[in-house]
């Protein structure tokens, strides 16, 4: 039962010697074994490099040699972030047989406070969905009823800690690519500030949007981990060289006098009675614990979906065109230069990614240009502009995390309706703010998930408002029933 644990709870046994890294290795692969044919978490699995590093790990502890903050922790990488000389595909066939040279920063910052890779996890291809269903290979499942999605992009990295196939994962945020798998699969889902994590190495998808941050299985993991991952890179333009604190010195419990402000936007039509019920609930238990709560507006929230989707396809457009079949990837047979171009892009790329392309490059068009995408920048100053204005009174703004519970396979056939369903999370990334996901309850067996939105920066804030939340909450620390029938 060694994969249950947390990794606050792993280091500590590690630390007294009452475990093994390779130990919590092979409980985690043993766990992967198991599960992950019902839950299809992994792109990619690399077990046995996994267990001879675990075993280096335990080799330098044994000689009294220091090791990294994380060291001897299985955890799982999202398939969009560079791994030298392990697969990377962005779950797309035009990447299907990709191999990068090099590391991520963040691949290198955990290998340098010795987390222990276990694999590549699923995702919407080229971080493009809300469902995980655009992978060009499979659908990952929600383990806590496989029957429904696990929210995407970054679903597998979601479904695999919530199944304790790892103990921890990494997923990137682009518009709500981990707090809505977070909030649909029950675990703590971070989007940090823009600029707080390196983005170098991560396959881009919305270079002005994209943010990576941690999934884990509780508040203290959250914060033990973003201390890992956290850090100015020379090496990313868009780093911010700012002072990285101790984020678990903010794991006080203490909101007294802590100001919230409650969006009325993010309560209106379109969000599920219970997702509300249980997010006005959470509420109330900050407010029991000394917090201020008051409702407030932030008036171009409904803004929000229309400048993302001319915003981020615009930039997807630009990033992607770099997949020609010439110097990587996957090529198309053809007769001649400009048919190889062509079938290599028609034939590589899936639908979801070809119509994003197609929107962004309209967008970006002579004569268009100023219309929709200039445009869509200016409205995006204003909806910063309204958090700006917010956070002059409140240090924390609560909302629902997604407006509904996972849904079914396949039962989301009208483009704008999954759209929607990052209504309440793409404010954040426009704003370019931290915000994190945590579970506040259930819909039936379905979890729910709490959004705490900060200012620029101020992680240290949201992580105690949420961790005096989980601390007081007293909803039960439930698991999915996988391998016994629990899940449907």
């Keep these: 039962m060694l994969e249950k644990l947390t990794v606050s709870e792993a280091l500590d046994k590690l630390h007294k010697k009452e475990v093994s890294s ?3 290795t092979e409980a985690a692969l043993a766990r992967i074994s198991a599960v992950d044919q ?19 790990l335990d080799a330098r502890r044994l000689n009294g040699e220091t090791v990294g903050p994380l ?3 299985p955890m799982a990488l999202k398939d969009n972030m560079c791994t030298k000389g392990i697969r990377t595909t962005c779950s797309s066939k035009i990447l299907h047989n990709f191999i990068p040279p090099y590391d991520a920063t963040v691949t290198t910052l955990l290998k340098n406070a010795g987390a222990v890779l276990l694999g590549k996890t ?10 995980t269903e655009n992978s060009a290979y499979f659908t990952t499942r929600n383990p806590w009823d496989t029957r429904c999605v696990p929210g995407g992009s970054s679903g597998g990295s979601a479904a695999a800690v919530i199944a304790d196939e790892a103990f921890f994962a990494l997923g990137s945020d682009t518009g709500g690519s981990i707090r809505q798998p977070a909030a649909f699969c029950g675990v703590v889902g971070m989007k940090p500030t823009y600029g707080r994590v390196s983005r170098y190495g991560l396959i881009a998808f919305a270079s002005s949007l994209d943010q990576i ?18 850090a100015h890179d020379p090496g990313d333009s868009t780093s911010a060289n700012v002072e990285t604190p101790d984020y678990t010195s903010f794991l006080n419990g203490n909101v007294k006098g802590m100001k919230i402000g409650v969006p009325r936007e993010y309560f209106a039509e379109g969000i599920e009675s219970e997702v509300k019920d249980a997010v006005r609930k959470a509420l109330d238990v900050l407010v029991s614990l000394g917090a201020e709560a008051e409702e407030i507006s932030l008036p171009h929230t409904d803004y929000g979906i229309p400048v993302y989707y001319l915003i981020a396809p615009a930039e997807a457009s ?16 053809a007769d001649n230069l400009l048919d190889m171009y062509k079938k290599t892009r028609s034939q590589g790329f899936g639908t979801e ?26 409205v995006r100053t204003l909806i910063k502009q309204d958090f700006d204005q917010a956070f002059e009174k409140y240090d924390v703004i609560l909302t629902p995390t997604a407006p509904t519970v996972a849904f079914q396979a396949g039962t989301v056939e009208n483009l704008l309706t999954m759209y929607l369903n990052d209504i309440c999370t793409i404010p954040a990334n426009l704003a370019g703010l931290p915000a994190v996901s945590i579970p506040c309850g259930f819909a039936g067996k379905l979890p729910v998930g709490l959004q705490l939105i900060g200012k620029p920066f ?21 698991k999915p029933g996988l391998g016994k029938g629990g899940a449907a």
């Design 71 to 73: 060291a001897g922790i």
């Design 213 to 230: 941050g941690p999934f884990t299985k509780d508040v203290r993991d959250c914060a033990l981990v973003l201390n890992s991952i956290a």
């Design 353 to 378: 990614v070809k119509r994003r392309i197609m929107l962004g490059t309209y967008a970006l068009s002579s004569g268009y240009y100023d219309a929709y995408y200039l445009k869509a920048l200016k």
């Design 38 to 56: 019902e839950v299809k978490a992994f792109m990619t699995v690399i077990g046995d490099q996994a267990l001879a590093e675990a075993a280096t």
């Design 318 to 333: 630009s990033n992607l065109a770099r997949y020609d079949g010439v110097q990587y990837g996957f090529r198309a047979e």
């Design 122 to 131: 699923n995702l919407d291809e080229f971080a493009m969905g809300s469902s």
């Design 458 to 478: 101020d992680e240290g804030t949201i992580l105690r408002a949420a961790y005096a939340y989980e601390q007081n909450s007293g909803i039960e620390r439930k």
């Design 22 to 24: 390779r130990e919590l």
